[in-house]
């Protein structure tokens, strides 16, 4: 079962983490935050990653708005961390917003844009909705970061940000808060920099790309119409050839390389369609 593994569990952590998200979007952020931390204790009995990832979040949202940025900033880049090994997109996109908000606070707002400018590229890779929490610090911290910065100066940031891979991305937001970091960190060695991409076969190229959306096999295999056996060796394959350890060490060497949603379309499908829109589509949570 997917989420908390004892059914009555599972119930009382979605009421705990619908409460949070109500307290929050009511501005009660000290209940938000209490609420927040049972979620979590919760999930520490046995839970499902992705929800203690949103219990961070929230909690990391809940700190910025009560001023305490230091805390929200590890807390979001503890969940950063997290949603990278998980692969979720949507989590990724999330916590880089909350960071940019945190950077926006110090006043580094040049900083701050260029990773609102980085999520709205990252943003393509998500196809369900973000937490309602979420939304609201997405549209906080652009309104932050226009006190900060002009408008041309705004606009190229995001600019430059668009233009960042993934893993420049990750380094620029781990990076922030650390003693002596400028925020712009020297950009980070890939495992498999040096690995040349013709080694992949072109359907070992098409599960790459596929892995920097953050699907799973099983979505993998529908979307290629192949058997799950067959992706699992094809993932199998890939990290014996690039000499990686997971999967998200793939998805990372995929983007370096350049990889995209296009590229994985077999054939015989039409590509799918690219949201005109960045601005984010929300649920509760």
Same mark, same amino acid.
């Given at each position: 079962?997917?989420?908390?593994?004892?059914?009555?569990?599972?119930?009382? @952590?979605? +009421? &705990?983490?619908?409460?949070?998200?109500?307290?929050?979007?009511?501005?009660?952020?000290?209940?938000?935050?209490?609420?927040?931390?049972?979620?979590?204790?919760?999930? #520490?009995? @046995?839970?499902?990653?992705?929800?203690?990832?949103?219990?961070?979040?929230?909690?990391?949202?809940?700190?910025?708005?009560?001023?305490?940025?230091?805390?929200?900033?590890?807390?979001?880049?503890?969940?950063?961390?997290?949603?990278?090994?998980?692969?979720?997109?949507?989590?990724?996109?999330?916590?880089?917003?909350?960071?940019?908000?945190?950077?926006?606070?110090?006043?580094?707002?040049?900083?701050?844009?260029?990773?609102? @400018?980085?999520?709205?590229?990252?943003?393509?890779?998500?196809? +369900?909705?973000?937490?309602?929490?979420?939304? !609201?610090?997405?549209?906080? +911290?652009?309104?932050?970061?226009?006190?900060?910065?002009?408008?041309?100066?705004?606009?190229?940031?995001?600019?430059?940000?668009?233009?960042?891979?993934?893993? #420049?991305?990750?380094?620029?937001? &781990?990076?922030?808060? #650390?003693?002596?970091?400028?925020? #712009?960190?020297?950009?980070?060695?890939?495992?498999?920099?040096? %690995?040349?991409?013709?080694?992949?076969?072109?359907?070992?190229?098409?599960?790459?790309?596929?892995?920097?959306?953050?699907?799973?096999?099983?979505?993998?295999?529908?979307?290629?119409?192949?058997?799950? %056996?067959?992706?699992?060796?094809? !993932?199998?394959?890939?990290?014996?050839?690039?000499? &990686?350890? +997971?999967?998200?060490?793939?998805?990372?060497?995929?983007?370096?390389?350049?990889?995209?949603?296009?590229?994985?379309?077999?054939?015989?499908?039409?590509?799918?369609?690219?949201?005109?829109?960045?601005?984010?589509?929300?649920?509760?949570?």
């Amino acid at each position: 079962m997917r989420g908390w593994a004892h059914p009555a569990k599972h119930g009382f @952590g979605w +009421t &705990l983490l619908y409460r949070a998200a109500l307290a929050f979007r009511q501005g009660n952020y000290a209940a938000a935050i209490v609420a927040y931390h049972e979620c979590e204790q919760i999930i #520490q009995q @046995g839970g499902d990653a992705n929800y203690r990832g949103l219990a961070l979040r929230g909690l990391g949202n809940a700190h910025l708005r009560l001023g305490e940025i230091d805390a929200a900033r590890r807390l979001f880049q503890e969940s950063l961390q997290l949603n990278l090994a998980l692969n979720s997109w949507r989590g990724i996109v999330a916590c880089l917003t909350g960071i940019a908000a945190t950077l926006a606070a110090k006043g580094n707002g040049r900083l701050a844009a260029r990773l609102v @400018g980085a999520t709205e590229t990252l943003l393509l890779n998500v196809t +369900t909705a973000l937490p309602l929490t979420d939304l !609201v610090q997405w549209e906080h +911290t652009q309104q932050i970061i226009h006190t900060l910065l002009d408008e041309a100066t705004w606009q190229a940031a995001r600019a430059e940000g668009r233009t960042l891979t993934l893993p #420049q991305i990750v380094a620029i937001a &781990l990076a922030a808060g #650390q003693p002596g970091a400028d925020g #712009q960190p020297a950009t980070p060695v890939s495992p498999s920099a040096h %690995k040349p991409d013709n080694s992949l076969s072109p359907r070992e190229r098409q599960v790459a790309a596929l892995l920097t959306q953050g699907k799973t096999n099983r979505e993998i295999a529908e979307e290629l119409v192949v058997g799950v %056996k067959s992706v699992e060796t094809y !993932v199998t394959r890939i990290l014996n050839k690039l000499g &990686l350890a +997971t999967r998200l060490q793939i998805a990372l060497w995929a983007v370096d390389q350049g990889l995209s949603a296009s590229q994985s379309t077999p054939p015989n499908r039409a590509a799918p369609l690219v949201r005109e829109s960045l601005t984010p589509h929300f649920s509760i949570l």
